[in-house]
Nanobody, 118 residues
Framework: QVQLVESGGGLVQTGRSLSLSCVASGSISSINAMGWYRQAPGKQRELVAEFSSSGTTNYVESVRGRFTISRGDAKNIIYLQMNSLKPEDTAVYYC????????????WGQGTQVTVSS
């Protein structure tokens, strides 16, 4: 099993920055991919940024150039640096870890609210 704990988030004005952190614990050697998703009210959860299982770094087009996903020195920590925030970035942000071998395969943090005021 994997446990994910997010921190960061909050309320900011348009154009400002926020940083999110996610710490994974438990069977972290079974993790094949980690990333960030978000879900806005009335919308489906969407991938924001990830370190994929194939080793690539991927971003949703709407955040490319503004958000940066990174890892800590300890591979069980990931960050999401969010710059030039827009009101449409308002959502609950979730840390995700995916394991190819360990059910239930997808693990989620509790989510952290990011609100961008105009």
């Amino acid at each position: 099993q994997v446990q994910l704990v997010e921190s960061g988030g909050g309320l900011v004005q348009t154009g400002r920055s926020l940083s999110l952190s996610c710490v994974a614990s438990g069977s972290i050697s079974s993790i094949n991919a980690m990333g960030w998703y978000r879900q806005a009210p009335g919308k489906q959860r969407e991938l924001v940024a990830e370190f994929s299982s194939s080793g690539t770094t991927n971003y949703v087009e709407s955040v490319r150039g503004r958000f940066t996903i990174s890892r800590g020195d300890a591979k069980n920590i990931i960050y999401l640096q969010m710059n030039s925030l827009k009101p449409e970035d308002t959502a609950v942000y979730y840390c995700n870890a995916w394991s190819a071998t360990m059910s239930p395969y997808d693990y989620w943090g509790q989510g952290t609210q990011v609100t961008v005021s105009s």
